[in-house]
């Protein structure tokens, strides 16, 4: 079963609005990842072409590195734990939604 245990929202430029990211982990888990200088994050894309371009929006201010790109339904990325704005827990069903 496919869940969205978590939403995280990541600082950009600070024009922009701040990228929101879709997560199958924990919130407590990756509460903790915060305390590191670099965060491990696991987001959904729904593909390669939608939902939003993982690839192009990774560049909002830090370095940041996305890898993992199999299966194709998330992406494993790296960033500034410095950038991470906050982090919800939340329980959506991905199979019922």
């Known amino acids: 079963m496919k869940k969205i ?12 609005e701040p990228l929101i990211i ?3 982990e924990s919130a407590d888990i990756l509460s903790m990842r915060m305390l ?10 729904y ?9 192009k929006e990774m560049t ?3 370095n940041s590195y996305i890898v993992d790109r199999k299966p ?3 992406r494993n990325l790296y960033v500034n734990a410095k950038d991470i704005i906050m982090i919800q827990e939340a329980d959506i069903d991905l199979d019922n939604h």
């Not at 245990?5 to 922009?16: Q, V």
């Not at 590191?36 to 894309?45: F, P, Q």
Request: net charge negative; aromatic share 16%.
């Open 47 to 55: 593909d390669d072409d939608s939902f939003y371009d993982l690839d």
């Open 60 to 62: 909002y201010g830090s």
């Open 72 to 74: 194709s339904t998330h």
């Open 36 to 45: 590191n200088k670099i965060a491990e994050l696991s987001a959904y894309v």
């Open 5 to 16: 245990n978590s939403i995280i929202t990541l600082r950009h430029f600070e024009k922009d």
């Open 22 to 24: 879709y997560s199958p």
